[in-house]
């Protein structure tokens, strides 16, 4: 099984970019597809991006298509989530989550027993204006 660390997070402007790592431990990471979801206060856990195991085929919500960018490095075990533009209301917790199917990815926030096999711990991104 993998373990999942999330950097990259802080404070920023509105219109400014981050770019968010998701570094995996194990040397089986290439056989995981790995997904970004965000959590605002109140608000339920929603999907950003997912990409397949070999990262030849991404995934985005339709509220961040064109602003944020998934891509992952399997010889570094790493995914990234670069993230331009940025508005206040991109303010949430991210967090990123690894499992063998891409579907549980993608179904993880609206199926009650689909859920990812591994998730990191998340990490704050402010967006003020």
């Known amino acids: 099984q993998v373990h999942l660390v999330e950097s990259g997070g802080g404070s920023v402007q509105a219109g400014s970019s981050l770019r968010l790592s998701c570094v995996a431990s194990?040397?089986?990471?290439?056989?995981?597809?790995v997904g970004w979801f965000r959590q605002a206060p109140g608000k339920e856990r929603e999907l950003l991006a997912a990409t397949i195991k070999s990262g030849s085929s991404t995934y985005y919500e339709d509220s961040v298509k064109g602003r944020f960018t998934v891509s992952r490095d399997n010889d570094k075990n790493t995914v990234y989530l670069q993230m331009k533009s940025l508005k206040p209301e991109d303010t949430a917790v991210y967090y990123c989550?690894?499992?063998?199917?891409?579907?549980?990815?993608?179904?993880?926030?609206?199926?009650?027993?689909?859920?990812?096999?591994?998730w990191g711990q998340g990490t704050l991104v402010t967006v003020s204006s």
């Open positions: 989550a690894a499992d063998p199917k891409f579907d549980t990815l993608l179904v993880a926030t609206t199926e009650k027993d689909s859920d990812p096999e591994v």
């Open positions: 194990g040397r089986t990471f290439s056989r995981y597809a």
